[in-house]
């Protein structure tokens, strides 16, 4: 028989024992009720530090970019364009998109504290439009990149140029493009529509519907044998940096000549020139008419200025003939 004390011991410890297993049941949730620990807040300079790499590559793009437009360098042009495709387009699929322009009217535009990089790349986009025009177009777009680079490696017997009167005619298929879109998002809300009008998706290889690579490899044959011919007529985005570039502050210079020379007009791939008038909307800065203006041996401005230095270095070099007094006087 248990002693009275050890009974009263072995009560007391399973009074006890009960209670701590009681105790340790988890709660109906799950797991352990542990107090949670506060986790600090990320503080900007964290995230900034984060994002140094990818705010340090647009930088670094840009500052090709910009230097190849303001040297007016063909070879840099090109170094550029690869750049392009291969960073813009291939590695971080960062393009700028119609997509961009819903979120100006009400549709979700990136974290701006998470995504700094892609804030600065597209105020570069719209700074460079207001100051110079359609810059990105030209040489930043990953797209008009890649078919500049086709344009320029495609064999020029292959190439159709569409009729001056046409491709002016055409031009506003991409406004039309464009208000379309809009009208469809205000009224649907739903940005879905936007691969139907933009092939940027090929360089993220997603969205490989049948559909959408029938309609993107049509586009490329088309391009083989059309210079540009996206980025001319049927880009919505290009509409909307075009309708923007009208209020372009640094426009191309033109020269009194320019009223009766035809030579920049016959030389633009994009269409953007039509007699004395520079047309803001479809010009992409190329360079190739600012080149021209340059060349003392091409443009008229130029040859005339040398041509009439010439006379009046000649008249200068010419003895002057004194008249003999008449010996009649």
């Known amino acids: 028989m248990i002693p009275a004390r050890w009974r009263a011991f072995l009560i007391v410890l399973g009074v006890v024992m009960s209670s701590w297993m009681v105790a340790a049941q988890p709660p109906p949730g799950g797991g352990f009720d542990f107090p949670e620990e506060e986790e600090e807040a990320p503080s900007w300079s964290a995230d900034i530090r984060a994002q140094a790499v990818d705010i340090g590559l647009v930088v670094a793009f840009s500052a090709l970019a910009f230097t190849s437009f303001f040297r007016k360098s063909v070879t840099l042009k090109y170094v550029t364009l690869v750049a392009s495709v291969i960073y813009v387009g291939i590695w971080k699929s960062t393009l700028i998109s119609i997509v961009n322009v819903f979120g100006l009217f009400g549709g979700n535009l990136p974290p701006f504290r998470y995504s700094l990089a892609w804030y600065l790349f597209a105020a570069i986009a719209f700074v460079s439009t207001i100051l110079w025009g359609r810059v990105y177009c030209g040489r930043i777009c990953a797209f008009g990149a890649l078919t500049q680079l086709m344009d320029r490696v495609l064999p020029a017997k292959w190439r159709v140029n569409v009729p001056r009167t046409l491709e002016r005619r055409a031009s506003w298929i991409k406004y039309g493009i464009l208000a379309f879109v809009i009208v469809y998002f205000i009224v649907t809300g739903n940005p879905g529509i936007y691969p139907y009008v933009e092939p940027f998706w090929l360089f993220g290889l997603h969205l490989r519907t049948p559909m959408l690579l029938t309609m993107l490899v049509s586009l490329l044959i088309a391009t083989v044998f059309v210079r540009n011919l996206y980025c001319r007529f049927l880009c919505p985005l290009g509409a909307f940096l075009g309708i923007l570039s009208k209020v372009t502050v640094f426009r191309i210079k033109r020269w009194s000549e320019c009223k ?64 003999l007094p008449d010996a009649s006087a």
Do not use: F, N, Q
Request: hydrophobic share 35%; charged share 30%; proline share 6%.
């Open 260 to 323: 009766t020379c035809r030579i920049c007009e016959k030389a633009c791939e994009w269409g953007a020139i039509k007699g004395p008038e520079i047309i803001m909307t479809e010009c992409v800065r190329c360079d190739d008419c600012e080149r021209l203006y340059a060349d003392t041996k091409k443009c008229p401005h130029h040859l005339i200025i040398i041509r009439k230095a010439d006379i009046l270095a000649r008249r200068a070099a010419s003895p002057v003939v004194t008249p």
